[in-house]
């Protein structure tokens, strides 16, 4: 082992606010332009000291970029009991010891929530898909907070929330994440609410509203995974449930911080934004083990969970008004069968032509309006 590698392993972890500037990140990127292959990328990656496993920094500037904007709008919101908080974690490769992001220290797990609009309308809860962040409803918000008091949040694992290992405090499994989230809504003091679920957290939505029936007004759905066609999970993600594959590609920022939402529409992320999301897994190595873990789940569980929300959507008695928007240019979740189960269900269903998978980031302002439609449209008597 030589000798850099071996200071690299002895270094302290970073605060956050203690990132420097390491090296400069050139790439070549039209915004949210036409999706181009990666052979057109010219990267100079970084290369600098994270959390003692992922060598990686936080940031390419010392300048407030977008990353600090949005977390200065937000707060943190202790919410979801930490069950065993006396061990201190370790990597699941090498048993290396974890740096500060990866362990729990409160008797809590702290999520990282925006809030918009008055408190005195009525609360739309804004819950983004994996992987992505509450950073991509960040145009949205402006257009319903006119209307309503919007909420939007990072799941655990994700964005500012806490990544906590598996075994230490959180396992992301799919029960986990919907009793986490019953336990956010009443730390956020949300009493009734509209819900808007986007991909593969939709079926999580689901079955929250189904068990919390007295909290929810409306659900609108996002590209949800609804039919036997989506059970199957994209290869971009199945890539991270693959023996050492998946934990080398976890904790490339790259890979598993802006490629997935690149390659599930027609649109690429510009570079400021794509800043955003790679940030996570440049700050720490327990982003990318949480996305592994995520990801496993969801491979396990999907066909269940699909086959729970066709039940629930179906069901005479589901009284909750429920819309779907569908951005039919979704390279992960193929349209097919989609009208033909919305219909027979009786949900209503928009569709946007221009839109992918990842729909509020791909185009906010329309994706916002037809959200704002399909919150305000009276009920049915």
């Given at each position: 082992m030589s000798s850099c590698f071996q200071q690299l392993l002895l270094c302290p972890p970073l605060h956050p606010a203690e990132f420097q500037t390491r090296a400069t990140f050139k790439r070549r990127l039209p915004c949210r332009s036409l999706y181009v292959d990666d052979e057109d990328y010219l990267v100079d990656a970084p290369v600098s000291v994270g959390d003692g496993f992922s060598f990686a920094g936080g940031k390419y500037s010392s300048e407030e970029g977008p990353?600090?904007?949005?977390?200065?709008?937000?707060?943190?919101?202790?919410?979801?009991?930490?069950?065993?908080?006396?061990?201190?974690?370790?990597?699941?490769?090498?048993?290396?010891?974890?740096?500060?992001?990866?362990?729990?220290?409160?008797?809590?797990?702290?999520?990282?929530?925006?809030?918009?609009?008055?408190?005195?309308?009525?609360?739309?809860?804004?819950?983004?898909?994996?992987?992505?962040?509450?950073?991509?409803?960040?145009?949205?918000?402006?257009?319903?907070?006119?209307?309503?008091?919007?909420?939007?949040?990072?799941?655990?694992?994700?964005?500012?929330?806490?990544?906590?290992?598996?075994?230490?405090?959180?396992?992301?499994?799919?029960?986990?994440?919907?009793?986490?989230?019953?336990?956010?809504?009443?730390?956020?003091?949300l009493e009734k609410m509209s819900i808007v679920g986007q991909g593969f957290a939709a079926p999580l939505v689901l079955e929250f509203a189904r068990r919390n029936e007295d909290k929810v007004d409306r659900l609108v759905l996002l590209n949800p995974p609804v039919t036997e066609q989506h059970a199957k999970l994209p290869s971009s993600l199945s890539i991270f449930t693959n023996f050492l594959l998946g934990e080398v590609f976890v904790q490339d920022p790259?890979?598993?911080?802006?490629?997935?939402?690149?390659?599930?529409?027609?649109?690429?992320?510009?570079?400021?934004?794509?800043?955003?999301?790679?940030?996570?897994y440049l700050m720490s190595g327990s982003a990318g083990f949480a996305l592994q873990a995520v990801s496993k789940e969801l491979k396990k569980e999907l066909k269940g969970l699909i086959n729970n929300s066709r039940q629930i959507l179906s069901d005479p008695k589901w009284s909750k008004r429920t819309s779907v928007i569908w951005g039919l240019k979704d390279r992960w979740l193929v349209f097919s069968g989609v009208k033909?189960?919305?219909?027979?269900?009786?949900?209503?269903?928009?569709?946007?032509?221009?839109?992918?998978?990842?729909?509020?980031?791909?185009?906010?302002?329309?994706?916002?309006?037809?959200?704002?439609?399909?919150?305000?449209?009276?009920?049915?008597?």
């Open positions: 990353s600090e904007k949005w977390f200065a709008r937000g707060k943190m919101v202790n919410a979801y009991a930490v069950k065993d908080k006396s061990k201190k974690a370790q990597d699941p490769i090498f048993g290396l010891a974890m740096g500060a992001a990866s362990q729990v220290s409160e008797d809590y797990l702290r999520w990282f929530s925006v809030e918009e609009g008055d408190n005195q309308k009525p609360a739309v809860l804004l819950v983004h898909g994996f992987p992505s962040q509450s950073y991509s409803y960040r145009k949205v918000l402006p257009v319903l907070s006119t209307d309503f008091h919007v909420v939007a949040f990072d799941w655990l694992g994700f964005g500012f929330s806490d990544k906590p290992q598996v075994n230490y405090g959180f396992n992301y499994t799919m029960e986990e994440y919907i009793s986490a989230l019953t336990d956010l809504v009443e730390s956020l003091g790259l890979k598993a911080g802006e490629n997935p939402l690149n390659e599930c529409g027609p649109y690429i992320l510009d570079e400021e934004d794509a800043m955003v999301y790679r940030r996570p033909e189960f919305t219909t027979s269900a009786g949900l209503q269903l928009t569709e946007l032509d221009e839109v992918g998978h990842h729909a509020q980031e791909d185009f906010p302002e329309e994706v916002g309006a037809a959200l704002r439609t399909c919150l305000k449209r009276p009920l049915l008597v």
